[in-house]
């Protein structure tokens, strides 16, 4: 089952569609969370760690007439126990209509902006590449049992890659986040084949998009990522929400395979911008 944009009839628990968002707890997952709750859906939300902001995100999600739940997973922990992840998340409705896989790894705003350039390309191979495909082949697996052949492709899978990572952008976040990215836009091709036609997987690339990053960046870098958009101004977490709501809702059950760039088209790097990242 699955809904369309803007749709805000609300049915009761246990007819409504489920959605599994992780990485909700802030920012860009928060706001997919929050979109996807506007189209009907009930909301699971997933946090690494901070069980007191998923709680905020279930509050957030629970005041436009739908129900939400929070479930905590770290994916960089030393165990790869996915499968009771999975099993957790399709338990609370018993079945999952829609998996955003947006949680990631922060190797710009934390402590662990100050590792080594190893240390971090380590740590979002295994948070972002390696968990992305573990947790997409499972949810799938669940996703097509028992799917009814009217239902194909009302089930999806939604990943998040980078707008820039098949371009390329010079120095070394540019060179972490083109690998890691990349890894999962090439990967959400091969799935939606494996998957086909039971279930959907989908791409979203953010490009520029104003989250904590951006809010602490500086007036001259903030006016050079804004100037390399065609249109002349970061994105918003709403930007990249409203594509995931998309992807999920019935208007998009003939889009398969496909990675959507936001980032309001794709300029040309300047001089100054390259000497900075460089």
Known sequence: ??????????????????????GSSSGIGRAIAVQLAQQGFDILVHAGRNIKRAEESVAIVRSFGVDS???????????????????????WRGSVDCWVNNAGGDVL??????????????????????????????VAERMKTNLAEANFGTRSVINMGWDQAQTGLPGPSGQMFGCTKGAIMAMTSSLAKSYAPSVRFNCV????????????????????????????RWGSTHDVAATVGFLASNAAVFVNGQCIAVNGGLGDLSAEMRDRLC
Do not use: C
């Open 109 to 138: 705003t934390n402590e662990r902006r100050t590792w080594s350039f190893t240390e971090k390309l380590d740590y979002l191979w295994r948070v972002d590449v390696r968990a992305t495909l573990l947790i997409s082949r499972l």
């Open 1 to 22: 089952m699955s809904v369309e944009v803007g749709e805000t009839h609300q049915p009761p628990i246990g007819a409504r569609p489920v959605a599994v968002v992780t």
């Open 205 to 232: 690339a953010p490009g520029w998009i104003r989250t904590q990053w951006g809010e602490e960046a500086d007036p001259v870098w903030s006016g050079l990522v804004a100037q390399q958009s065609l249109l002349r």
């Open 69 to 91: 739940h929070a479930i905590v997973y770290d994916y960089s922990q030393d165990s790869d126990d996915f499968e009771s992840f999975v099993q957790q998340a399709f338990a």
